[in-house]
């Protein structure tokens, strides 16, 4: 079997929904990255891609904390699999390899 | 799920509803509760109603809603395209009405449609068949339901008509006195406007040439603000003030004046001139031809002035009962009809001042006079509401024989399909999903039906119309043409509704284990379908069997009179020929060929007008009875080959002498209470004052078609006028006598139209419409038989298919060819045969009303049922035959080996 590809969205994605652990659903995703990203980025498009996740197996969910701001509608709260934190390490595993195969002078010439 | 109501939410967040703009668009909001992918519902709600909250904080409230309602138009039904079930641990089926299910109900339909060609073939014949049928009943019936209904005040306008009492009963007329229209114009505020019509039948002489124009209108100026009609040319408030004034439609003045002005030009027209020679109308307007859906039509529209000049007499209070012309009202908005109509009942008695006159007036809505009305002397031949339901049942019948061939044969195949049905359910499919899949295989071959059923009504179409006489198109009402797909649509489901529910409930694991075998299901119902069919088919057959028999009959039967050959001659008002006509007579009657020449003042074949006869009868007691009457020459009952029972006929006249004679006819005899014939000669008669003395008595022979009993007949001799000339000539030598009959009349009448017919032909036109609708019914009937006997070709192949197996063991343990197919034709046969036996009385009942509206007519018999029911049983027979020998003939090694 293929190994689950990981696109750039999905990462990003992903990666919130580790971030915010326990209160990580749809909307507050999307404000996140809204926020802190300065990404404009569209509901829908969030939603399909905590889908494809789920799909992907990266991710599960179960539902609950309806809250009345959302008219007493319950969440689908998202939580990282094992094998979303896999591919989350492996992620960074093989950007960090790629990081340090760049010269370090060039790493100091950037200013990093 | 933790659902809230929308009441619960409201009151959950009294802050914030402050305004409206804090609340998302609520057409958003509802597609978003409507038509989320399932099972996401609440989140969605929920996640949204946050995002909104958010956007409106970032952005602003416009920017809020837009990106609010984007969002939802991205996430519902049909444009999410994610897969939503795979988010539930246990297994979700895709909805029913998924785009992809769609498009695979497509596919598999088609798939299936072209697998098995013989059977789309059969049903897509059968459909388009009973669609061509419908389209084509269905334009007749909405061109029949429009008339007159293109006239803008329709629902105001009224024809007046009257009603004559008489000792024989009650007759209406459809016609008025010339007076009464200006008398309710003048005397009653109700109504708004009167026109009156005279339609008159004459020869018009233009550049040498005479012409017969059989549709002349003479009409009032108000005809234009009555009626919806337009000028092309001409004035229409003025254009009819002048007597001898014409109005022509453009085909008119195109015949007349091909491509020069008609405006102003003069025609003459052998019509109210005191010359008998013509007189001079100038042609004032041009009008567009009259719409064909209008229960009268027209060539030439002239001035109704030119009869109060002509005939000042017309408006005199005598003319009260001179019955001639169509007066129709333009009643005021809000009067009501019927209560008016009370109001001019006694009209002729209110303003004759006679307290006894038998004429009563009514009103008659325009838009019943059509299909509505049968009064004696309506302006045209009109239609009956009774055909509309005939012809509209026969419509539904068909379309029903074309939708159980459907379902039937459907229904028998789904033992067929069980596996197919089997496996889809097995891999997941739900009922659902398969009826709705089966639904749209039969919606896509009703909808190819139509398309195949378009073509062939638009090809059938030019003779449609020249059969019914009618302009139709298929376009013509928009409507229709979607009124025609809605129809199919609802057959496709109607028909493969019940095969979708037969299919779809196969249990999987019996029909893949391979129990299920027998198609004992649904036996009864497809049986008792095909009885149904049969039914139908036998209907109209057994109505082809009589109404033909009865057409023969009435064709065949003794008129009381010799018709063999008489050929008629018009004199269309010709003064010229009323004058000479004696030496005329000498002339021709000197041929060999010719048998005799005879003028009188009517037709025989299209009934006389009655009027009040004063007589007494065999003890001295006066009678008075309603007498049809018309006035002959000497030579009539001699040309006519007409008997006397007792006394004589008529003495030659010399010229200005008088006659008193009377002959009557047997049934008068009956009337007036005179026990023989010698009895009533001798006896006064007098009609209208006129004195006369009964001469002769002859037997009853036919003056009308024969849907009408023969009435009491008086016969006057002729003085002066007469209309109709009838020669017998030589049946041997038809052409030859034609040629010297008119041979003779141009050289006595060099002025006047040689206008001529034969007996058999304008008999035929008497029946015309019987014969036009016995044609059509025939047609139907064929196209009925061949629709039911597809079906059961359909049937049968399926059957025998279904027991090839079944064949194979019976022969190998010693049935023979002819048993199994016996056995096999049984299971078809039986059904014709309880048709037939649910039919005969049936039909033995539509046939024997029908049967009523003639006044000498078959009797029903046995033979017409049996002859028909054979007829079916022999085509199912035909039908079925082929496919048993040919199963029955199959090698058992064959059919047997697979297991």
Known sequence: MKRAFLGELEEVVLLTVAALQESAYC??????????????????TVHTTLQRLQEKGFVSSQMGGATAERGGRQKRLFTVTAAGQRALIECRHMRSQLWEQIPTQVIQLWGV | MGRLTNGEENESQPLNRRTAARRPPSWAAWLLSRFSPPGLEDELQGDLLEMYAYWLKTGGVRGAR??????????IRPFSWTTTGQIHDEYQPLSTLHPDMIRNYFKTAFRNLLKNRVYSLINLVGLSAGLTCFTLIALWVYNELS??????????????????KSENGRSTFARTGAVVANTLKDNYPEVEQTVRLRRREEVVQQGGKQTLESNIIFTDPSFFDVFSYRLIRGNPATALNEPYSMILTESTARNYFGDKDPMGQLLTV?????????????ITGIIPDPPKNAHFTFSMLGSFRTLEVFKPEILTTEAWSEQGYYTYLLLKKGVDYQAFAAKIAHLYATHTGDRQTDYLSNLQPLADIHLR???????????TIDQIYIFSTIGLFILLLAGINYTNLATARSVGRAKEVGIKKVVGAIKSQLILSYLVESIIIALLALLVSGLVSQLMLPFFNQFTGKDLSLVDPPLLLLFLTGITVLLGILSGLYPAFVLSAFKPVSVLKGAFKSSARGVVLRQSLVVMQFVITLLLITG?????????????KDLGYDNEVLLFLKVNGNADVVQRYEAFRADLAANPLIGGVTAATSSILYGLDAVDANTIDRKGKPVRAMTSRFLVDANYLAVYGINLLAGKNFKALAAGETSQSVIVNERALK????????????????????PGTIIGVVRDFHFNSLQHAIDPLAIYQRTAYFSRITVRIDQRQTSQAVGIIKRVWAKHFPNALFDYQFYDLALAERYQAEERFSTILSAFSALSLLIACLGLYGLISFATFQKTKEIGIRKIVGATVGGIVVLLLNDFLKPVVVAGLIATPVAWYLMHEWLQNFAYRISLSWWMFAGAGLLVLLMALLTVSFQSIKAALVNPVKSLRSE
């Open chain 1, 27 to 44: 909307a507050s995703i999307t404000q996140t990255i809204d926020q802190q990203m300065a990404r404009s980025i569209s509901f829908p």
């Open chain 2, 66 to 75: 837009w990106r609010y309602a984007l969002a939802v138009l991205r996430l």
């Open chain 2, 147 to 164: 008339y007159d209904t293109f006239n803008q005040h329709y629902d105001r306008i009224f024809r007046v008509t009257t009603t004559k």
């Open chain 2, 270 to 282: 052998f019509l109210y001139d005191s010359t008998g020679r013509g007189a001079n109308y100038t």
């Open chain 2, 373 to 383: 009305s049968q009064l004696k002397e309506e302006i045209a031949d009109t239609g």
């Open chain 2, 544 to 556: 082809i069997v009589v109404i033909y028999t009865q057409m023969a009959y009435i064709k065949h």
């Open chain 2, 671 to 690: 009337q007036f209470g005179w026990k023989n014939a010698e009895d009533a000669i001798g006896k006064p008669f007098t009609v209208y004052g006129q």
